[in-house]
């Protein structure tokens, strides 16, 4: 007795759920990518050759307008600050509370490309004069910019 299957079996797969689906993860994965924002200010360093790998006990940040910024490890983001004696008020609490602690004690600067140089100066001199140890930041150069070591 053979039976007779009543549906033929096609060996085609439809091929249209599965690009409904990579199309939605595509988009969704596109959308929330743009929520991700590595610092809250645009600050574009200058190069150098030399880095540091210590980490700084306090971060103080001016933008390409000379507006600054200051943030510690327990600050979640970076506080504006209205002018340099503010600025070294903090830098000085920031100091003895880092001395206290047994820290490294050190700030970076992190200025934009565009901060004139005597602003900068202002900034390191107020440190200077309050024996406060700065250091700039800046990002590593290309290395078909470095020196020839020869």
């Not at 150098?48 to 103080?60: H, I």
């Not at 005597?118 to 001199?125: C, I, P, S």
């Not at 700039?136 to 020196?147: E, I, Q, V």
């Amino acid at each position: 007795m053979a039976l007779k299957r009543q549906f033929d079996m096609t060996s085609i797969f439809s091929m249209a759920s599965m690009t409904d689906v990579i199309f939605l993860l595509l988009i969704f994965f596109m959308v929330t990518s743009t929520f991700v924002f590595p610092t809250a200010l645009e600050i574009n360093l200058p190069q150098s050759s030399e880095q540091t790998a210590l980490k700084p006990s306090v971060r103080v940040y001016i933008d390409a307008e000379m507006a600054m910024y200051v943030s510690s490890p327990d600050m979640r983001e970076p506080q504006p600050v209205a002018d340099l004696d503010q600025l070294i008020g903090f830098l000085r609490l920031m100091d003895q509370q880092a001395a206290e602690s047994g820290e490294d004690r050190f700030i970076a600067i992190y200025a934009d490309e565009g901060v004139t140089y005597g602003r900068l100066v202002e900034v390191l001199n107020a440190g200077a004069v309050n024996n406060l140890k700065m250091v700039l930041a800046t990002k590593p150069a290309p290395t078909s910019a470095l020196p020839n070591a020869n």
